[in-house]
């Protein structure tokens, strides 16, 4: 994420595609070490069931709550990916 000053929020949608020829289903979509300042917008319905060449989007929201750097991991079942942002 760009610089947010404190106490706004800034949005970032995030595509699951699943790119192969079987059904994938995730179970969980977190930020599990948000600290207030990341977290994840309207998520779709849990488990979800991607078939082969089908995608979901959802938002993953900064709202940092002091100055600075902000850092947390999406995770996405397993997978996890790295969130930054500055306050």
């Known amino acids: 994420f760009h610089t947010v000053p404190v106490g706004e929020t800034a949005q970032a949608l995030v595509r699951l595609s699943n790119t192969g020829t079987a059904a994938a289903t995730i179970g969980s979509i977190s930020v599990p070490n948000g600290n207030g300042a ?10 979800l069931t991607l078939n082969a060449g089908e995608s979901s989007e959802f938002a993953v929201l900064f709202r940092p709550t002091q100055s600075g750097p902000a850092n947390a991991s999406l995770s996405v079942d397993a997978m996890a ?7």
Do not use: D, E, K, N
């Open 38 to 47: 990341f977290l994840v917008g309207q998520s779709p319905s849990l488990p």
């Open 81 to 87: 990916f790295a969130l930054t942002g500055t306050g």
